[in-house]
């Protein structure tokens, strides 16, 4: 598979990926699949995930979750994957879930890391009903998503408002606060990521919203952040963190996201 720009190890992985796919769900039921994030927007670092999205005609039968769930764990589960190959984060929504557009939306199934534990347990959806970050996902797809099979995003896909992206955003911070102890870096580039786009309007890499960020924070709040962001691309270890300075920071930066809210959402 030749995917301008893309390293040779992700082309590999996408496209097992896709036989994945093919194998597991009927003719007809995949409309289009996109690779997103930082694989086609030159942001890959040292532990980026590998972002996929699907559009599907129906919703998945039991069975044809646990087979995506079959093929893909040993495509993505650090113990089993090629080496150079990354952990996966694919999603599959249902069109008529977002089309016409509505909120709050949802997905029918997801495979991540964080939930491989669930899945291969038989578990096959351990997310709640509705997923305000599907209207994120969504909207990054349709930006910037590269058509891998069927049709291209924006033909399946109806646009989100920006009003239901600030809104999806706001309704994701306390799940995403309540990890802060335990997943710090990414909680605090989301974090940054959110406040820069609420305040500009643009979907920014991590690291881009960081810098974006940094400029913008008191220089106490500083130094956790700038770790964060040195992590996320291989450049400091971040093997421990000050969890008061990274709650503060953490503060710091929903107090100004509150402030660049609209007055009507100005309560996260």
Known sequence: MTLDGVPDPVAAQVESVLRVLDRALPSG????????????????????DLDLFGVLSRRLTD?????????????????????????????????????????????????GEWLRDALVAGD????PAVNPDVAIQVTMVIARGRALAGSPPASLLDPVPYDDLVRAMRDELPP?????????????????RVWATVATGELRSKDSAAD???????ARHRPILELARGAYLGEANDASYDLVAARGAASAIVRHLNAALPPADASV
Do not use: C, H, M
């Not at 995403?176 to 940054?192: E, F, G, I, Q, W």
């Open 63 to 111: 069975a044809e979750k646990g087979a995506l769930v079959e093929g893909l764990v040993p495509l993505s589960w650090r113990r089993l994957r090629p080496a150079g190959w990354r952990p996966l984060e694919l999603t599959l929504i249902v069109q008529g879930d977002v089309r016409p557009w509505r909120y709050p939306p949802r997905f029918d199934f997801q495979y």
């Open 212 to 218: 974006w960020a940094l400029a913008r924070l008191d």
């Open 124 to 127: 096959l959806a351990p997310w």
């Open 29 to 48: 039921a995949l409309l289009g699949a996109s690779l997103y994030g930082s694989a086609v927007s030159g942001g890959l670092r040292p532990d980026s």
């Open 176 to 192: 995403l606060l309540d990890d802060l102890d335990s997943d710090t870096r990414n909680v605090l580039l989301t974090l940054a």
